[in-house]
């Protein structure tokens, strides 16, 4: 997607072909900065401190960063110590995990010198897939924009939670993905765009995204949602996910299951767009199964941004001593979820619906 007219991607390989470079998304919006990320330590501080995230690139961030442990140790026990370290960063995005066992199950079958090459190709492979899947996804969700502009006869808002566009991903995003096939199909599509508390991911990176691609958007408070969509001001809400059971319960940012109440209690049809790496074919009840990964309480006690002098501040906002929690995700049910949007189409949110979308699951099933 492009940043000023300029295409970029959220990670790519550095020239020197040993290291990878990132958008530092910790500065966004205000500061455009790109990090090298050379060893396996890095890559681990770039997911926890969240420099690079979002589930998909937080999948491809540590396929690199188990290729550039291979640099410092190939051994098998190398294999096993990497993984542990990059699973441990983040619990809840499922990519994660994924990434990690497909490329170390590949390099457990060759000899410890080819590792890091072997490694860094699937990576990038991994990263490839992730483009083409996620352009797939705006295909077909840019395919349900369309239609519902045609029936209405106006241009559709959509209201989305977070951030699941092109930052949050290699390219083209999740959720924002159907909205660039809209807009760039010339479909009027309107975003309403939530801030997302407690680090405004929809405030400074939707909005960022939004803004360098000339989609046209509103920033809305997280609790303005519910209002907006009992006054018909949303046609349709799409939100990206971290992790989807096999029956179709989509886990996300904090916040986006009282969306989907509050859709479901106005009609507004609910999708979640999610390409295969995010789905756990392991767990059913998403609710008492996915592990929901609590963040420091600084998070929520501390706001920083820009100043009037173009500086940046940390300010405290919570009555200071007050206990705080902070989980960073929720579970929406199947049966609040219209739809799920994939590279291989739009299904029923249901074990029926993802076989149907996934027929070699069942036969692993
Ligand atoms: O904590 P984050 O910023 O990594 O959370 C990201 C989200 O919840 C996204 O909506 C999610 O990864 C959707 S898929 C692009």
Known sequence: MNIDGR???????DADGISV????QTRLPFAFEVKRLATLDDAAVAIRTMIVRGAPLIGVTAAYGLALAMREDPSTEGIARACATLAATRPTAINLRWALDRVSANL???EPHERFGRAFAEAGRIAEEDVASCR?????????????HKAKGRPITVLTHCNAGWLATVDWGTALAPIYDAHGNGVPVHVLVDETRPRNQGAALTAFELNGHGVPHTVIADN???HLMQH???DLCIVGSDRTTAEGDVCNKIGTYLKALAARDTGVPFYAALPFSTIDWTLRDGVAEIPIEERDAREVTHLTGRTQDGGFATVEVVSPGSPVANPAFDVTPSRLVTGIITERGVCEASAEGLLGLYPERRRAA
């Open 21 to 24: 470079q990132v958008i530092d």
């Open 7 to 13: 295409p970029y991607r959220t990670i790519f390989p």
């Open 224 to 226: 303005a949602g519910g």
């Open 108 to 110: 457990r079958q060759i």
């Open 232 to 234: 018909g001001k949303v």
């Open 136 to 148: 797939a996804i705006g295909a077909h969700g840019g395919q349900l924009i369309a239609n519902l």
